[in-house]
């Protein structure tokens, strides 16, 4: 099992900036690939961002391509979500996930509870 935690979410003005983290414990020694996914309100969850283990190889969503940054710290078993240059519409609850990877859902066998992402006009 791996347990994920979300952290750093809340609300900002457009423009802002917010970085998200997401911590993991349990079978941490397993190289998980891990990813983003976000939900808004009366929406599907979407993917958002991935990255390999090694931190080599990252994706990212079309709507999110040069504002978010995904990476990793093995060492601290975290991955971190930075947003910046933040619109409205990337309200949503974010989660991350932990697994094979892709840009589905199916790909990640463990997820976080998630975090808030709120962002005003």
């Known amino acids: 099992q791996v347990q994920l935690v979300e952290s750093g979410g809340g609300l900002v003005q457009a423009g802002g900036s917010l970085r998200l983290s997401c911590a993991a414990s349990g079978r941490t020694h397993i190289r998980y690939a891990m990813g983003w996914f976000r939900q808004a309100p009366g929406k599907e969850r979407e993917f958002v961002a991935s990255?390999?283990?090694?931190?080599?190889?990252?994706w990212y969503a079309d709507s999110v391509k040069g504002r978010f940054t995904i990476s990793r710290d093995n060492a601290k078993n975290t991955v971190y979500l930075q947003m910046n240059s933040l619109k409205p519409e990337d309200t949503a609850v974010y989660y991350c996930g932990a697994g094979p990877g892709g840009l589905g859902r199916q790909g990640y066998d463990y997820w976080g509870q998630g975090t808030q992402v709120t962002v005003s006009s």
């Open positions: 990255i390999t283990w090694s931190g080599g190889s990252t």
